[in-house]
Nanobody
Framework: QVQLVESGGGLVQAGGSLRLSCAAS????????MGWYRQAPGKQRELVAG???????NYADSVKGRFTISRDNAKNTVYLQMNSLKPEDTAVYYC??????????????WGQGTLVTVSS
């Protein structure tokens, strides 16, 4: 099995920064596509930033120029650096990964979520 553990959420003022971390562990043979999603109250979960299987990145229009996704393949960890935070960034942020297990099974795994609150 594969687990994702997120950290780094919290309360910040508008204009501040946070860095979220997502560490994958378990029976991992390969990490494929990984990304960060968020869900605000009353809204659908949306993709914030992600790596595709070919290594390219995608960002939601609302975060382009402010957020940066990165990864440390040796640690099976993905990060989301969030700068110039706005109140509308307030949401629960989730890490998602597509993995190939050591048994060569394909799995989609979600983290538990970490709350980011941006005050005005």
């Amino acid at each position: 099995q594969v687990q994702l553990v997120e950290s780094g959420g919290g309360l910040v003022q508008a204009g501040g920064s946070l860095r979220l971390s997502c560490a994958a562990s378990g029976s991992i043979f390969r990490l494929n596509a990984m990304g960060w999603y968020r869900q605000a109250p009353g809204k659908q979960r949306e993709l914030v930033a992600g790596f595709t299987s070919d290594g390219s990145t995608n960002y939601a229009d609302s975060v382009k120029g402010r957020f940066t996704i990165s990864r440390d393949n040796a640690k099976n960890t993905v990060y989301l650096q969030m700068n110039s935070l706005k109140p509308e960034d307030t949401a629960v942020y989730y890490c998602k990964a597509h993995t190939t297990t050591t048994m060569l099974r394909s799995l989609e795994v979600w983290g538990q979520g970490t709350l980011v609150t941006v005050s005005s």
